[in-house]
């Protein structure tokens, strides 16, 4: 059975940081690509970033290029958002997904498997 558990969420002030976790078992993150989305309050999911199998390649939303990084832990089976600079904008409900196939890492359609999400309040 396949499980992905996003943490680290929380409430914090307009410049800070957080990192969120995506512990998963059930499948290798090095035979997956991993993505994060997010989804503000009203509004739908987004696409924040991804990484490729390997690691060596990130991709990120115009809206967080510059202060989110995306990283994974191949031997923990982790998958890491690093979020720096914080602004209000960012509050949202964050998701950790996991893309098999040839499908668009930017898309949600196309991930085979969701977490539940971890809550980000940023305070202004």
């Known amino acids: 059975q396949v499980q992905l558990v996003e943490s680290g969420g929380g409430l914090v002030q307009a410049g800070g940081s957080l990192r969120l976790s995506c512990a998963v078992s059930g499948l290798r993150v090095n035979t997956y690509r991993m993505g994060w989305f997010r989804q503000p309050p009203g509004k739908e999911r987004e696409f924040v970033g991804g990484i490729n199998w390997s690691g060596k390649y990130t991709y990120y939303a115009d809206s967080v290029k510059g202060r989110f990084t995306i990283s994974k832990d191949n031997a923990k089976n982790l998958v890491y958002l690093q979020m720096n600079s914080l602004k209000p904008e960012d509050t949202a409900t964050y998701y950790c997904?996991?893309?098999?196939?040839?499908?668009?890492?930017?898309?949600?359609?196309?991930?085979?498997?969701w977490g539940q999400g971890t809550q980000v309040t940023v305070s202004s």
């Open positions: 997904g996991a893309l098999f196939n040839y499908g668009n890492i930017s898309t949600m359609a196309a991930y085979d498997y």
